[in-house]
């Protein structure tokens, strides 16, 4: 579920927006860096994916409902966290424009939600595992 227009006060939507803008200028940095033009398309086939996977809302008692988000499974394909947040912000000012779901003033709050929630996870979890991921073993679209 996302968090709805006017659900928080407005000092705290600056605050989660200076947030948002701090990561979305890190991962800028990292696409402009690591993203090369032959993996654009795949960036943006996973963003449709995810803009349909989290259209799809599954009620969960007491009233609210949930989805599922998929931020590990860009940051687990690019083997970096920073290509969720682009995502992430990409599908979450799509629709909270055009669909309602969300609100513009909680964007901030909403992408470091489902960002923490995920990728971030991914992150710290695979920075732990047993078994290493070197950075240069990322699946690629290779052409």
Same mark, same amino acid.
């Given at each position: 579920?996302?968090?709805?227009?006017? #659900?928080?006060?407005?000092?705290?939507?600056?605050?989660?927006?200076?947030?948002?803008?701090?990561? /979305?200028?890190?991962?800028?940095?990292?696409?402009? =860096?690591?993203?090369?033009?032959?993996?654009?398309?795949?960036?943006?086939?996973?963003?449709?994916? !995810? #803009?349909?996977?989290?259209?799809?809302?599954?009620?969960?008692?007491?009233?609210?409902?949930?989805?599922?988000?998929?931020?590990?499974?860009?940051?687990? @394909?690019?083997?970096?966290?920073?290509?969720?947040? !682009?995502? #992430?912000? /990409?599908?979450? !000012?799509?629709?909270?424009?055009?669909?309602?779901?969300?609100?513009?003033?909680?964007?901030?709050?909403?992408?470091?939600?489902?960002?923490?929630?995920?990728?971030?996870?991914?992150?710290?979890?695979?920075?732990?595992?047993? @078994?290493?991921?070197? =950075?240069?073993?990322?699946?690629?679209?290779?052409?």
């Amino acid at each position: 579920m996302h968090i709805p227009d006017g #659900f928080i006060p407005l000092w705290q939507c600056a605050i989660y927006f200076v947030i948002l803008a701090v990561a /979305l200028i890190i991962s800028l940095r990292w696409a402009r =860096r690591d993203l090369d033009e032959k993996r654009v398309p795949l960036l943006a086939v996973l963003a449709a994916g !995810i #803009f349909a996977i989290m259209s799809m809302n599954v009620p969960i008692p007491w009233g609210t409902s949930g989805h599922m988000v998929g931020g590990a499974l860009v940051a687990l @394909i690019f083997m970096a966290p920073e290509a969720a947040v !682009i995502v #992430f912000t /990409l599908v979450l !000012i799509v629709q909270g424009l055009f669909f309602g779901d969300g609100g513009l003033t909680a964007l901030g709050a909403n992408v470091l939600n489902m960002y923490s929630s995920t990728s971030l996870l991914f992150s710290i979890s695979s920075s732990i595992s047993v @078994i290493p991921i070197p =950075r240069s073993s990322a699946m690629s679209l290779r052409v």
